[in-house]
């Protein structure tokens, strides 16, 4: 999923194993996950199992697959990509679930022993380090998301946000003492800071959400982020590698604000990101967004649920404009960018009309209606953009 390779290869080589990293995922491996995955299941899972063979192809002789006793697909994820790899000839493969259904039962320190092959006392102090560091590192590149969401929308050349996040996350990868963790986020603020700026412009801010492999992985859903921010539109998306887990640690209170936002449209977790995506549509819509997308796999269940709330309900009531992406081996390049460039001037005609229309917009062009918006990693960076 993206650039969260850094963080999962951290909590494996911790536990002093060596780590194989697929390719990242492209033409190649979409091609045999699509061969080889049943024609009716999700993308994620095709994407995923081209992915896994990629690694098997360097080298690779243990997969580890996270799996749910989520109310959709992703439970089967890990055995049926199992059995399908054993049919396409990898016998000896090893595919070890991680249970993230509820991190706070613990399961999966059964899956670290199982993938050290350890299980004596003195593993614990490994599997805490291994804990501690893959955190931190999913929690820097929350950071890096947030500042180049921002960025790229300022930037005089096009592709410096693209580079400078190229950089960091080879920076990251090679961070590994807590000494050079702590001082990180100090480095993502300069080499951000470093990048030339306009910073007279007021660009769109869009919100992003969806299902999480769509929305974390650039190859499957176009690089939509770079796309909008290279169009001069702020990103805003809270979804991450680190959000998630947090979130399965009881700990999110982000997501639990999302919740009760989205509790009387959708009262209980039917799996993906419907209940959040929900929650943000309308999180955005308050916080005086110009407008949201919302990326998902092509027949994801929960996600499709989630597109007709907000078209049948929440659209009406918040009237915040909305796009709607849904991703699989088909898309294509063309009609994906029409689709973004007519959404793009739609919120550029009305942001037009309010500015000349609504009182609650204010001398620079932004509604607000939250007096504070964003977290604190969110502000400061917001605060670098404005300083001069
Ligand atoms: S969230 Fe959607 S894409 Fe993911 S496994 Fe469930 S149905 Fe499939």
């Given at each position: 999923m993206g650039p969260n390779w850094v963080a999962f290869k951290t909590l494996f080589t911790a536990l002093d194993l060596d780590v194989v990293l697929p390719d990242p995922t492209n033409r190649e491996a979409i091609k045999i996950g699509v061969k080889y995955s049943p024609e009716f299941v999700c993308f994620p899972f095709k994407a995923t199992l081209g992915d896994f063979v990629s690694a098997i192809k360097k080298g690779a002789d243990t997969l580890v697959m996270a799996i749910d006793c989520g109310p959709c697909r992703f439970g089967f994820y890990a055995s049926v990509q199992e059995r399908i790899?054993?049919?396409?000839?990898?016998?000896?493969?090893?595919?070890?679930?991680?249970?993230?259904?509820?991190?706070?039962?613990?399961?999966?320190?059964?899956?670290?022993?199982?993938?050290?092959?350890?299980?004596?006392?003195?593993?614990?102090?490994?599997?805490?380090?291994?804990?501690?560091?893959?955190?931190?590192?999913?929690?820097?590149?929350?950071?890096?998301?947030?500042?180049?969401?921002?960025?790229?929308?300022?930037?005089?050349?096009?592709?410096?946000?693209?580079?400078?996040?190229?950089?960091?996350?080879?920076?990251?990868?090679?961070?590994?003492?807590?000494?050079?963790?702590?001082?990180?986020?100090?480095?993502?603020?300069?080499?951000?800071?470093?990048?030339?700026?306009?910073?007279?412009?007021?660009?769109?801010?869009?919100?992003?959400?969806?299902?999480?492999?769509?929305?974390?992985?650039?190859?499957?859903?176009?690089?939509?982020?770079?796309?909008?921010?290279?169009?001069?539109?702020?990103?805003?998306?809270?979804?991450?590698?680190?959000?998630?887990?947090?979130?399965?640690?009881?700990?999110n209170y982000h997501r639990k604000w999302l919740e009760h936002l989205a509790k009387p449209y959708m009262p209980m977790d039917i799996g993906g990101e419907c209940v959040w995506v929900l929650g943000e549509y309308i999180d955005k819509a308050n916080a005086g967004f110009d407008g949201f997308i919302h990326s998902y796999p092509f027949t994801c269940m929960p996600e499709v649920t989630a597109r007709t709330i907000i078209t049948n309900k929440l659209k009406k009531i918040y009237d915040l404009p909305v796009i709607y992406f849904s991703f699989d081996e088909q898309s294509g390049q063309e009609g994906f960018r029409t689709r973004l460039e007519a959404f793009y001037d739609l919120l550029e005609a009305r942001r037009d009309r309010e500015i000349k229309s609504t009182p609650e917009f204010m001398a620079n062009g932004q509604k607000k209606i939250y007096p504070q918006y964003g977290g604190e990693f969110y502000n400061e960076i917001a605060q670098l953009i404005q300083a001069e």
């Open positions: 790899l054993r049919d396409m000839g990898y016998k000896n493969i090893r595919v070890i679930p991680l249970d993230q259904a509820d991190l706070l039962e613990f399961h999966w320190i059964k899956t670290l022993q199982e993938v050290s092959g350890r299980k004596d006392l003195f593993i614990y102090s490994k599997y805490i380090k291994a804990v501690i560091y893959f955190l931190k590192k999913a929690k820097l590149l929350n950071d890096i998301q947030t500042a180049e969401g921002l960025f790229r929308a300022y930037e005089r050349n096009l592709g410096d946000t693209t580079r400078v996040v190229n950089e960091l996350l080879q920076k990251l990868d090679k961070a590994n003492t807590l000494v050079e963790l702590r001082s990180f986020k100090k480095i993502i603020k300069d080499d951000f800071n470093s990048i030339d700026i306009d910073r007279s412009r007021t660009p769109l801010r869009v919100g992003l959400s969806g299902e999480i492999h769509i929305s974390l992985e650039p190859y499957v859903n176009l690089d939509i982020r770079r796309k909008l921010g290279e169009m001069g539109v702020e990103v805003h998306q809270s979804l991450s590698l680190y959000d998630w887990v947090v979130h399965k640690f009881h700990l």
